[in-house]
Every structure is written in C-alpha cells, then in structure tokens.
C-alpha cells in the first residue's frame, strides 16, 4: 500500500485541509513521536530513507487504517478514515 502512494504525486484523500492546522507534533511520556491531528493521534512509522515519515493512527492495532504521511512536519498524503470515533 505504501508503495503504491510512493509513485503516485501527492493526492489528499479526505478533508485534510479541514484538520491540517490542527496537526501537532508531541512527545510520549515513553520519549515515542506522535502526531496529534484533531482528535486523533499517530504513531511515527520512519521510512528507510528520504524526508518522508509515515504515521499510523494508534489504534491501528485494532484494525484503523488511517495514515499520514508528512514531509519535514509538513502532510503531503492523508488517509484520515478512522474506524472508530
Ligand atoms: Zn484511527
């Protein structure tokens, strides 16, 4: 999947102008990066190389397929669909 949006130019999928200035970049307590877009939050996911980082909603574990990808803090891609609320 990451690979497909890899190739493809920067495409919003979603309302990500609607939330985009609500983005903030915050610390855990456990010293882990995480992205607080509106209510919801993001797990970091580096990407092997190059400025791009992915975030994964917290609840990904539990089946939400929401990700972001932002470059130097900035979102380039969005798929803010949340499985939950
Ligand atoms: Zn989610």
Redesign the pocket.
């Known amino acids: 999947m990451s690979h497909r949006w890899a190739k493809s130019p920067p495409l919003f999928t979603g309302c990500v102008n609607c939330v985009f200035f609500l983005v903030r970049f915050e610390t855990t307590r456990f010293g882990n990066p995480v992205m607080v877009l509106g209510k ?1 939050r993001y797990n970091r996911w580096s990407y092997s190389k190059g400025p791009h980082v992915r975030w994964t ?3 990904n574990m539990v089946g ?1 397929r ?1 990700t972001i990808i932002t470059m130097d803090n900035v979102i380039v891609r969005a798929r803010n669909f ?3 609320s």
Request: proline share 0%; hydrophobic share 20%.
């Open positions: 919801y909603c917290v609840k939400c929401a949340h499985t939950h």
